[in-house]
């Protein structure tokens, strides 16, 4: 079946704009997550959304980082007033309750980059 | 001090040896462990989870050590198509973020 989607697949824009990345998880995931990659380290995770909520948003950098999914399944990650040090890859996982260990499947990601 | 640390490689390694990459992890706390498969410009994709008895899945054997916090992964009989970075996982009790290290990154050449 269909796996995680983002898009879009790259963004650039210029420091200061406002920008929206995109998450479809896997059809039926109640679990959703955003994490940012930087070049060379691992993913950090971001935030957390169980359902319509977000269950754990400690690791959102500042308060220009907002993320949401009101209905439960599409997410979108806002980034307002963005800065160079925000150039990364965003990536967005699901999982469900029902696989064991809630294995997280990860998207392909959003590649950001900040001029 | 990172919450999971690797060694970065890279470790270039000829086809059939056998390789092991190791992993340390800061928190007592951490409840789940994995490793994960990266290759470049892709998303990460779980290769296996470690459990404490240790585990084998075909050439890929992953072992865990509580008491040291350590994690480890063998590769035996190594492919070309190994070549990728490994990411060493941590998931700590009660939260359902995962905890990545920065990656050791294999090449496996002819």
């Known amino acids: 079946g269909a796996g995680v989607s983002q898009t879009p697949s790259n963004k650039v824009t210029e420091k200061g704009k406002y920008v929206e990345l995109r998450c479809d998880p896997i059809?039926?995931?109640?679990?959703l997550y955003w994490y940012r990659q930087s070049l060379g380290q691992g993913p950090e995770f971001l935030i957390y959304?169980?359902?319509?909520?977000?269950?754990?948003d400690s690791g959102l950098p500042n308060d220009r980082f907002f993320a949401v999914r009101p209905e439960g399944s599409v997410s979108t990650l806002k980034i307002q007033r963005t800065e160079r040090g925000d150039s990364a890859v965003y990536l967005c996982?699901?999982?469900?309750?029902?696989?064991?260990?809630?294995?997280?499947?990860f998207g392909p990601g959003t590649r950001l980059t900040v001029l | 001090r990172k919450e999971v640390e690797q060694d970065p490689g890279p470790f270039n390694v000829p086809e059939g040896a056998t390789v092991a990459f190791n992993c340390t992890y800061s928190?007592?706390?951490?409840?789940?462990f994995f490793w994960y498969r990266q290759d470049c410009r892709k998303e990460p994709k779980l290769l296996m989870s470690?459990?404490?008895s240790g585990n084998e899945d075909g050439r890929f054997t992953a072992q865990l050590n509580r008491a040291s916090q350590y994690i480890s992964l063998l590769i035996r009989d190594s492919k070309l198509s190994d070549s990728a970075t490994y990411l060493c996982?941590?998931?700590?009790?009660?939260?359902?973020?995962?905890?990545f290290g920065t990656g050791t990154r294999l090449q496996v050449f002819p």
């Open positions: 928190n007592s706390a951490s409840q789940s």
């Open positions: 996982a699901s999982s469900s309750d029902r696989d064991p260990g809630d294995t997280q499947y």
């Open positions: 996982v941590v998931n700590l009790y009660n939260t359902d973020k995962l905890i």
């Open positions: 959304f169980q359902g319509t909520g977000a269950a754990d």
């Open positions: 059809s039926g995931h109640t679990a």
């Open positions: 470690v459990y404490s």
